[in-house]
């Protein structure tokens, strides 16, 4: 499966409010992250398994839906993405801070 088709099939699983549809994947998309940030903080603690990939699934499938609200496809994000990142690692950008790198 593509990213393109992944966010295509997450539209059947939408329900949210249109009227509100940004803010409310912003904040499920922060909220999913959150999650996975807690399960690592716990494995630390306790020495669990890192047990993440349904919590990475959510992030995705939040990213998707917001990506589609937003009028992108996810497969352009991931390109667009790997792009700025290897332009930056060929111009020995990869570390530091800030976005024009």
Do not use: C
């Not at 306790?46 to 993440?52: A, E, K, Y």
């Not at 917001?66 to 792009?83: I, S």
């Amino acid at each position: 499966m593509d990213f393109n088709d992944y966010q295509s099939k997450t539209e059947e699983t939408a329900v949210y409010p249109e009227d509100e549809a940004i803010h409310y994947l912003a904040l499920g998309l922060n909220g999913e992250a959150g999650e996975v940030a807690e399960r690592v903080k716990k494995s630390i603690r306790d020495g669990n398994d890192l047990d993440l990939e349904k919590e990475l699934g959510d992030v995705l499938w939040y990213l998707a839906r917001l990506a589609d609200e937003l009028g992108f496809d996810l497969d352009d994000v991931a390109e667009t993405n790997l792009d700025k990142l290897f332009d930056r690692k060929e111009r020995g950008k990869i570390h530091g801070d800030g976005d024009n790198r």
